[in-house]
């Protein structure tokens, strides 16, 4: 079965550094890959996702992700976090035989201090 | 920006009361999801529909039940509630062809006394 891991519960990082949130997901033929991020108390907002082509994503609020495939994992950056980036971020896969369901991983805490 | 809407958004309610958590979309998309999610933890799958008069269950068992007579609407129902069931609530939906995207409402935060 598909599973996905995020291996930091928990980021802190000052405002303007750079920041990386890591995820990885189980092998499997073909793969497509989200990342979400949760404010307090809101639902979760789609950041970006790889379906096919680039293996570089480009998504809002100046986030970025590679797909690597032989590494199977799917890192989220950016260049230089604000505040505002303060959230829960989760990555999600889903493949052929999850039919279009997604699987989450625990959660990364990112906290942007000033 | 997704139109997605679940209602109410935060309830606080005495054991054995019947429950509904309403979830609406204007997209017109055929697939919808029901998710939990405790605090500061993953989310767990619990229901799910690809259109109108289909529903399943998810991979983590709930005692919630669910319905979709129509596509836009995909209430949850809970017959007696329990303090068990503390938790969020999240609805998303989704284009029924490929791989979308999940859109998803505010949540309904539920606490059961």
């Known amino acids: 079965a598909q599973s996905v891991t995020q291996l930091d519960s928990q980021v802190p990082v000052f405002e303007e550094a750079p920041v990386e949130l890591r995820c990885n997901y189980s092998s499997s033929v073909s793969v497509y890959l989200f990342w979400y991020v949760q404010y307090p108390n809101q639902g979760l907002q789609l950041l970006l996702k790889?379906?096919?082509?680039?293996?570089l994503v480009k998504g809002i609020n100046g986030f970025e992700a590679e797909f690597n495939k032989s590494q199977t994992s799917f890192h989220l950056r950016k260049p230089s976090v604000h505040i505002s980036d303060t959230a829960e971020y989760f990555c999600a896969v889903s493949d052929y035989n999850q039919g279009g369901k997604l699987i989450f991983g625990q959660g990364t805490e990112l906290s942007v201090k000033p | 920006e997704a139109d997605i809407y679940q209602t109410p958004r935060y309830l606080v309610i005495g054991t054995g009361k019947k429950i509904t958590l309403e979830c609406s979309q204007t997209?017109?998309?055929?697939?919808m999801y029901w998710y939990q999610q405790d605090p500061g933890m993953e989310l767990h799958l619990i229901h799910y529909s690809y259109g109108v008069n289909s529903t399943e269950k998810g991979d983590l068992s709930s005692e919630s039940t669910v319905s979709r007579i129509r596509t836009e609407h995909f209430p949850l129902t809970l017959e007696s509630a329990r303090p068990s069931h503390t938790s969020q609530y999240l609805c998303?939906?989704?284009?029924?062809?490929?791989?979308?995207?999940?859109?998803f409402g505010d949540g309904t935060r539920l606490s059961i006394l």
């Open positions: 790889y379906l096919s082509g680039s293996t």
């Open positions: 997209m017109g998309h055929d697939k």
């Open positions: 998303a939906s989704s284009e029924f062809e490929g791989f979308q995207p999940q859109h």
